[in-house]
């Protein structure tokens, strides 16, 4: 069956048409637990090892910890490789093709999965699957399991609250966009007399730019679902990108760089200048927590509040929540390597060592014996959500590909530096879109 299929992976690397929307700086892969092709004995005595193509760069060094401390534990090796960001897709694309293969790798989505479904083992009434508080966290093709959710996260704006306050102001001033366009500008304003800035860079280097061409592109895909009372579309209209235009604008506008230097601009730079004090705001997630207090950040300090874009109703609106993290495991694996796959997740989601691992370094995990986390926004999220706010679902997963993407993020980039308009914008974005969605469909 292998051969049969390496025939589409090449289609698959070009068109990268899973659509990851990477969530951290760039890293090379590395390996925690050397494993050789004949394995050691699971806890049910059959030979098998475990390699895990991992997607989050940000949790390379959490996931190597405890792939080392599995291996100990139980004999089984554990070998993890994080693609870097941006390169998932290819990555995955030579590395499944290979006779070490990875028996464990992610999809984002229906949109993903579309591309892998052929490797996807079914994991219905495994014991992974049956360690989920929902089968709403399972992605299925038809009735079978293809995936599993294994992180609930939230993204939104990263707040300096002692910057803030410098300035004059609390996180309970800002609840609109208005308000925050008042507050952004007029920081900007005294940007010499208060020594920092309003935002971070909007680095729209590989490393960055999927906080934008991605993530705070999900709004208006989203206020456009709303109003059509859809959960996706092959035709979006643009409903509202003069909205889009507006949050981008603010950002570029008010930040610790001009416009033009933002092709050049890293995720780390922007995490740097938030972390050292540059600027008040950070469009990020909740995993970036771990980043920022390894850096010296502390809780008395940070907040993550909505990413107003001047769209519904702002009063109810919570943070952008949702999941694009789906286990996949290899249908190409031999038996005991996807048995031991399938043990070494259950362990994850089951252990007190598992399970805070990924509470405190990725966020909640929808699974039954899930640690509670003491990260910072994923509190926030809860407040909201308690407060009767509605959070901003995760739509992204229904861009129609990384090429879409890379055209909106190129014209973006070309916006901010005066060498492109708006109007080109909106074209990658609408005629992009249908372009890509009539590609797939032929």
Not at 193 to 210: I, Q, R, V, Y
Request: one cysteine or more.
């Amino acid at each position: 069956m292998k051969m049969k299929k390496v025939l589409a992976l090449g289609l698959v690397a070009m068109m990268s048409a899973a659509a990851f929307a990477g969530c951290g700086s760039g890293s090379d892969g590395s390996t925690a637990s050397e494993g050789g092709s004949n394995g050691t004995a699971t806890a049910d005595g059959s030979n098998g090892q475990v390699y895990y193509l991992n997607f989050k760069p940000e949790a390379d060094e959490a996931w190597q910890e405890i792939a080392k401390q599995y291996t100990e534990e139980t004999g089984v090796p554990v070998t993890v490789i994080t693609a870097a960001s941006g390169t998932y897709e290819e990555t995955l694309s030579s590395e499944i093709i290979k006779d070490e293969a990875p028996t464990l790798f992610q999809v984002n989505g229906p949109v993903g999965l579309a591309n892998w479904k052929d490797y996807c083992y079914d994991l219905k009434d495994t014991s992974l699957y049956n360690e989920l508080t929902s089968d709403s966290y399972a992605l299925y093709d038809g009735d079978a399991v293809a995936g599993i959710a294994y992180v609930i996260e939230s993204y939104g704006l990263i707040v300096n609250t002692k910057l803030l306050e410098q300035a004059g102001y609390t996180v309970d001033d800002i609840a609109s966009f208005d308000d925050l366009k008042k507050v952004a500008e007029d920081i900007t304003a005294r940007k010499d007399e208060l020594g920092f800035a309003a935002f971070t860079s909007a680095g729209m280097d590989s490393s960055s730019d999927w906080r934008f061409k991605t993530h705070l592109a999900n709004l208006p895909i989203y206020f456009e679902y709303q109003d059509k009372g859809i959960d996706s579309t092959d035709a979006i209209e643009g409903t509202y990108l003069d909205n889009y235009k507006a949050i981008w604008d603010l950002y570029i506008n008010n930040a610790t760089c001009a416009p033009a230097d933002l092709a050049g601009k890293t995720g780390d730079d922007a995490e740097n200048e938030f972390a050292s004090g540059e600027a008040v705001f950070f469009q990020n997630g909740s995993w970036e927590y771990a980043n920022l207090t390894d850096k010296g950040m502390t809780d008395d300090e940070l907040a993550m509040i909505p990413i107003y874009i001047g769209a519904g109703d702002e009063a109810k609106q919570g943070l952008c929540t949702g999941t694009e993290n789906y286990w996949c495991v290899n249908s190409e694996a031999s038996e005991e390597d996807i048995q031991a796959t399938i043990d070494f997740l259950t362990w994850m989601v089951t252990s007190e060592a598992g399970t805070n691992m990924l509470s405190e370094q990725i966020g909640v995990i929808p699974f039954k014996q899930a640690a509670d986390t003491t990260n910072l926004f994923v509190l926030n999220d809860r407040a909201y959500t308690e407060a009767g706010k509605t959070p901003v679902s995760w739509n992204f997963t229904t861009m129609p590909s990384e090429e879409w993407k890379n055209g909106v993020g190129s014209a973006l980039t070309a916006y901010a530096a005066g060498t492109g308009s708006w109007d080109d914008v909106v074209s990658a974005f609408v005629d992009g879109w249908a372009t890509e969605y009539a590609a797939a469909n032929n």
